[in-house]
């Protein structure tokens, strides 16, 4: 940077000086790539601080450096001394103090509970114990489940920089659509879900020495499935060592649902907690979560905020009225530093709430449920505890989901609690009153085996070779209601996954290789039929994604929803207009800038096209080939019926909806390109209950399709009203008045 200044006054040392700054800009590019030079000199000159007057020296007299050497040594001395840090930090654990106790009750047990304070150490450390134990020896891996995807990547990718490996090398792990892990792999992450699915490949699990159930007091419905299939492995598999682990204290439950079960307690030392209730009822929790914030901020001692919110929208909405409060309190008060997590955030930014906070300024983690066990946040001192969760839950009797904003458990509220005394005294404040937490909350939160669609899970069992009737009498912990499983076998036979004899048939057996839900693979299987495999797997793809495809920004509302009816154009409905959205992001070449211009979420894009490519792998594997039939919008639409035929809606009066074949109605979802087209017949993919009972992602179908597609489960009377002579509406562009009209 002098030099410039130096030449001008023609300094003698300034070719010197001028190859000393180029020596530094080189070589600290290799070590920090690409940054702003500036940053990088910077940067350098900090981290080769004590060796910096001799490089000059050397380099002023003309020596020569071997670049891509000193970096890589300078890059391997950091390596080391960040490992030799980790390695002190693991040894503060609560688990290290009871590691040889630990290697000696795996040994001398099959079976084991663990129980242990969130953050003792044991997702990240039980399996390293276990590797360094000799566990891994004869290229036998040690499994460990996670209910969350989020949880078993970040975790994964702690354990493989505590390791010092690389993620996805010794360490890796494995999600639905995302397999990071390689031959090399010894401890393999994974969600609860990709376990049940490995037992399909290997009944006995022979890859694995070691399977520990983690987060088991979660209760998902693959943990409980995995419960009753572990146990039987157990039995015929002694060398096999089963861990539950779990954050609760109440593990009587697991004991005595395992045979021979040990428990295993990792003493915890969690600092009080002091809990605060609100005196009256809060009437509005969202707005008393960002008051209480604020107040913390503003008045607590240094020590970062863990809020509980329900979900993405929430916390997306949290952030920016955060951010905009802060900012309206100037410059006075301290930076706050506002970290989202929720099951959908990219990797890239999951990470930032780790990241420890910088001196002088606070962290404030707005989270969901994730937050409550799966994930361990360093340095939190406060929570909020707004006392809610989004909660899913399957009505058997009417097939509607319903997604709702349910009042929490009381287990939830202490280990809401719990994560501000992990690293020093906390505080938590609860945003509803006492006298509430004693009446109205329940003790547990009801497992989701009770509370779930069970097609998928029933459909795993039977391709286990389960026989229906032992599936009646599967080991369950706590039994699903009967009523919701012989829904699933119904809709298993009715989907043609199951014969007369409720046996598996070869459309059963297409269809469980697809780790998706049974009227999806019914609709791809159906596919091969209609020569329309191609535009099938990007709809399946689309729907798969999990977040929304549409971005609707507040600032630019009309633009974002004109863009979004273009893919709608001829209203071709819901599941067209998503394929339309793929092809035109496939033509623009996967660009970006389209999604920005069309209000697209690249992050949904680009998640469809994985979840694509391996659905292109599957159908190879089940020998359907890839066709296309992009003309033909009847085809697509025939093979979508062939999926989701049991879920079909009629238009009755004021827009309303009645299921065609169940006591249900419903509304056409806001969001759909149909909302106002009012078509007489829907397919819907699914009904959920948020603020109303929404058809979500709906097309329009022609009622003889059912007859056609299914003769057993429609007759002519289900939909002879829909024939064309009593319906006087035109094809479909009439609006709300003319729906009225119609009954
Ligand atoms: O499973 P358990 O709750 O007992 O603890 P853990 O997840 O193994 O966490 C042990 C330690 O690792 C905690 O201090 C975490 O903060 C840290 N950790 C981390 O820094 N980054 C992660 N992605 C996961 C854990
Ligand atoms: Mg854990």
């Known amino acids: 940077r002098f030099s410039v200044a130096r030449q001008r006054y023609n300094d003698p040392n300034a070719e010197k000086e001028e190859a000393w700054e180029e020596h530094q800009i080189r070589k600290a590019t290799l070590k920090f790539g690409s940054k702003d030079k500036r940053q990088v000199c910077d940067d350098y000159q900090f981290v080769f601080e004590d060796q910096i007057d001799l490089i000059k020296a050397s380099v002023m007299d003309g020596v020569k450096f071997d670049y891509e050497k000193e970096v890589a040594l300078e890059k391997s001395r950091a390596k080391r001394s960040a490992l030799d840090a980790i390695r002190e930090e693991r040894k503060k654990l609560p688990v290290y103090a009871v590691r040889d106790k630990f290697l000696q009750a795996v040994h001398d047990h099959q079976v084991l509970v663990i129980v242990g304070e969130t953050g003792s150490g044991k997702t990240t450390q039980i399996p390293q114990y276990l590797h360094e134990a000799g566990y891994t020896k004869h290229g036998k891996m040690i499994a460990c489940t996670q209910p969350r995807r989020v949880a078993a990547m970040s975790v994964a990718a702690r354990v493989s920089q505590e390791m010092g490996v690389k993620l996805g090398h010794e360490v890796g792990y494995s999600i639905r659509f995302e397999d990071c892990t390689s ?6 992450y994974m969600t609860d879900g990709m376990l049940l ?66 428990k295993f307690e990792i003493p915890g030392r969690p600092y009080p907690v002091e809990i605060h209730f609100t005196e009256k009822a809060e009437a509005n929790y969202f707005d008393a979560a960002i008051v209480t914030t604020l107040q913390i901020h503003t008045t607590q001692p240094p020590g970062d905020i863990l809020l509980f919110l329900t979900g ?77 969760c989004k909660m899913k839950s399957y009505n058997p009797r009417t097939g509607m989901e319903s997604l709702l904003v349910t009042p929490i458990s009381k287990a939830s509220a202490m280990q809401r609690a719990g994560r501000s005394g992990r690293t020093g005294p906390g505080k938590c404040f609860r945003l509803y009153t006492s006298y509430s937490f004693q009446n109205d909350m329940e003790d547990n939160t009801t497992p989701e085996i009770q509370r779930t669609n069970l097609a998928n899970v029933v459909l795993t069992l039977i391709s286990l070779g389960i026989e229906i009737e032992k599936l009646f009498q599967f080991e369950f912990m706590d039994p699903p209601p009967l009523d919701a499983l012989k829904n699933a076998v119904e809709l298993l036979c009715n989907l043609g996954a199951l014969n007369g004899h409720v046996k598996l048939t070869k459309v059963g057996r297409r269809m469980a290789e697809f780790p998706l839900d049974p009227m999806l693979s ?80 690249v992050r949904s894009m680009k998640r469809a096209k994985d979840i694509r490519d391996q659905l292109v792998g599957l159908l190879e594997r089940i020998e359907i080939e890839l066709t296309s039939n992009s003309n033909d ?111």
């Open 183 to 188: 031959k090399k792999t010894i401890v393999k």
């Open 197 to 262: 699915r490995e037992f399909l490949a290997q009944p006995e699990l022979d890859s694995y020495s070691v399977v520990m159930v983690d987060e088991a007091h979660e209760r998902t419905l693959s943990t409980d499935i995995l419960f009753g299939l572990l146990k039987d492995v157990a039995r015929a598999r002694p060398d096999l060592k089963l861990l539950i682990s779990s954050a609760t204290l109440d593990a009587e439950k697991f004991i005595n649902f395992f045979d021979h079960a040990q």
């Open 312 to 388: 993405q929208e929430e916390i997306e909405t949290a952030e920016e009225h955060l951010k905009l409060r802060v900012g309206a309190l100037g410059t006075k008060i301290a930076e706050l530093i506002i970290c989202p997590i929720y099951a959908n955030l990219p990797t890239e930014i999951q990470a930032k709430i780790f990241e420890p906070t910088p001196k002088g300024a606070r962290k404030v983690v707005l989270a969901t449920n994730i937050a409550e066990t799966s994930l361990t946040i360093d340095g939190i001192k406060y929570v909020i505890d707004p006392g809610f």
């Open 522 to 601: 019914k609709m791809i299987i159906a596919s091969e039929k209609y020569k329309c495999s191609d535009e099938i797997i990007s709809i399946a793809a689309m729907l798969s994604v999990g977040g929304s495809i549409f971005y609707s920004p507040k600032n630019k509302k009309v633009h974002a929803d004109n863009a979004r009816m273009n893919f709608h154009t001829g209203n071709v409905g819901d599941h067209i207009a998503h394929l339309n959205v793929y092809n035109s992001w496939k033509e623009s070449n996967y660009s970006r800038q389209w999604c920005y211009e069309n209000y697209i979420q």
């Open 633 to 743: 919008l009847d085809a697509i639409k025939k093979s979508i019926t062939s999926g989701f035929f049991p879920n079909t809606a009629k238009l009755q009066k004021y827009g309303t909806y009645q299921m065609v074949k169940r006591l249900q109605t419903g509304h056409i979802h806001p969001s759909s390109g149909l909302a106002e087209v009012f078509p007489r017949l829907v397919l819907y993919h699914e009904l959920v209950l948020t603020t109303k009972e929404y058809l979500r992602q709906v097309t329009e179908i022609k009622p003889e399709w059912l007859l056609e597609i299914a003769p057993n489960f429609y007759n002519p009377k289900d939909v002879e009203d829909l024939s064309s002579k009593k319906m006087p509406r035109g094809s479909g562009l009439a609006g709300k008045s003319a729906g009225a009209g119609t009954s």
